[in-house]
Structures are given as C-alpha cells and as structure tokens.
T-cell receptor
Framework: ETGVTQSPTHLIKTRGQQVTLRCSSQSGHNTVSWYQQALGQGPQFIFQYYREEENGRGNFPPRFSGLQFPNYSSELNVNALELDDSALYLC?????????????FGPGTRLTVL | AQSVSQHNHHVILSEAASLELGCNYSYGGTVNLFWYVQYPGQHLQLLLKYFSGDPLVKGIKGFEAEFIKSKFSFNLRKPSVQWSDTAEYFCAVNADANQAGTALIFGKGTTLSVSS
C-alpha cells in the first residue's frame, strides 16, 4: 500500500510569486485535504477535494486554490505569495467508504517565502 | 466555530514517568476525536481515534485516551513513557456538522521531551 506522497520537499520563493504543490493520495483514497502548519502551531485546514471539486474550505483567501485530478492526486496553488505563507503544507487523503474520518498525512512541503 | 485547546505547550518527563496530555474541544454535537503524533523529522501519524462506543480507546505504542463528553475532553495517557516517545502531539476534532465533511480541527500541539 503506497502512502501519501508530496512534492517538492522544500521550496523557496519570493513575495508576489506563485507556487504549486503536489500530492498523491494513498491508494484507495478518493478525498484529499490540504492543511497549513505554521511554525509552533497545529495544522490549519485550507480546503478539501472530492470528485475533483472543492468540498469545503477553511478560513483562507481565494489566492489559495486547488485541483483534484481523476486519479485523485491534487495540487495546491498559492498566488501572490506573502511572507506569512511560509509554512509546512500538509496533504492528507481519506476514503468516503468505511472509515471516512481517518486521514493519512504526507510528509509535507516546507515553503519559505522571502 | 469549533476549536481545540491543548493545555500543555511543553512537557518534560523522565523515562518511566506517567504521561497525561490534556485536550478540550468546543462543539456541542457529535464529534470524532483523534490524537496524532509527529516524531522529529517524520510526518503526522495517527496515534488513536474515537468515533463512538467505549470512551476509553487504546492506540499504538501503549497510548490510550479517554473521552469524557460532559467535560468536552479527550486526554491522552501513557503509564510509562520512553525516550522514543519524544515528539509533538496533536489533538484533533472532526464534527459531523462541519461544512467540510471530514476536515480536522487541530490544537496547537504539545511538545513532549523524555530524558533517559
């Protein structure tokens, strides 16, 4: 069973730039959630994708957007990067059948905005 | 809005000491409760979960947690910690009424340092 994978591992961008982070869900999972974890904080929910559509969103501005593909992989896009966007971005996958509330996390992408 | 509060920011224990980490949530309806652990350099892993039934749940590596509905609490316990338990611990809640379905609301985390 392949776990959740994310790429890249680390990324350095400057203010105003755009970034795309990628996530491959665990096999058999059809739902992907994205979280932002700032230093010293718990993960904060950004949004969730199911059947290639956004299925809920946390308190994040529209410049945070995403996609889910037919193979259930997902992208997180952030436009007009700000210094406060520096964080660990976590992807989690889950299944709508069976234990639908269990989420399995990837290793994260560390984004630094200079 | 739902929120999760973890009382201890940093806990320092010696090996073999007992552990209890506090977690309280604010939501009056049905909830699913989780404890996640993040070992140094590793990703978040599920330690244990509560959906329904017996309020005392057992997880991996000897951890257990007790759901007390009247106190909105889900405290994590371990009778005897080991050096390898050094990690960041996160309590998380999912409410059935959450608009995002299975979105998790996390606490700020507790850093556990165990000295040998």
């Amino acid at each position: 069973e392949t776990g959740v994978t994310q790429s890249p591992t680390h990324l350095i961008k400057t203010r105003g730039q755009q970034v795309t982070l990628r996530c491959s869900s665990q096999s058999g999972h059809n739902t992907v959630s994205w979280y932002q974890q700032a230093l010293g904080q718990g993960p904060q929910f950004i949004f969730q994708y199911y059947r290639e559509e956004e299925n809920g969103r946390g308190n994040f501005p529209p410049r945070f957007s995403g996609l889910q593909f037919p193979n259930y992989s997902s992208e997180l896009n952030v436009n007009a990067l700000e210094l406060d966007d520096s964080a660990l971005y976590l992807c989690a996958s889950s299944s709508t059948s069976g234990r639908r509330y269990e989420q399995f996390f990837g290793p994260g992408t560390r984004l630094t905005v200079l | 809005a739902q929120s999760v509060s973890q009382h201890n920011h940093h806990v320092i224990l010696s090996e073999a000491a007992s552990l209890e980490l506090g977690c309280n949530y604010s939501y009056g309806g049905t909830v699913n409760l989780f404890w996640y652990v993040q070992y140094p350099g590793q990703h978040l892993q599920l330690l244990l979960k509560y959906f329904s039934g017996d309020p005392l749940v057992k997880g991996i590596k000897g951890f257990e947690a007790e759901f007390i509905k009247s106190k909105f609490s889900f405290n994590l316990r371990k009778p005897s910690v080991q050096w390898s338990d050094t990690a960041e611990y996160f309590c998380a809640v999912n409410a059935d009424a959450n608009q995002a379905g299975t979105a998790l609301i996390f606490g700020k985390g507790t850093t556990l340092s165990v000295s040998s």
